[in-house]
Nanobody, 116 residues
């Protein structure tokens, strides 16, 4: 079955960096676009970044453009989110998602907290 396992979250000071990973299994990773979402307390889940198959194209939310970079490694079935210049408003649970046949699949999420 489809599994997405995020890791790499934690507590970081404003201006710091983190790299999130999402290990995928149970489907042909190279054939699907992959996305990162986040959900802050009391807010709706929002799209952060998307990468198409083979990494041909990427898209970012306006709030993270120029600070975050999404990438994928087909040899490891893993998608990454490099987050630089982190701000307190980036604090959220970050989720990996794949739009599979007939439904979306989500990971369990990883907490990112940006605070001094």
């Amino acid at each position: 079955q489809v599994q997405l396992v995020e890791s790499g979250g934690g507590l970081v000071q404003p201006g710091g960096s983190l790299r999130l990973s999402c290990a995928a299994s149970g489907f042909t990773f190279r054939r699907y676009d992959m996305s990162w979402y986040r959900q802050a307390p009391g807010k709706e889940r929002e799209l952060v970044a998307t990468i198409t198959i083979a990494g041909i194209a990427t898209n970012y939310a306006h709030s993270v453009k120029g600070r975050f970079t999404i990438s994928r490694d087909t040899t490891k079935n893993t998608v990454y989110l490099q987050m630089n210049s982190l701000k307190p408003e980036d604090t959220a649970v970050y989720y990996c998602k794949v739009a599979g046949p007939g439904r979306d699949y989500w990971g369990q999420g990883t907490q990112v907290t940006v605070s001094s």
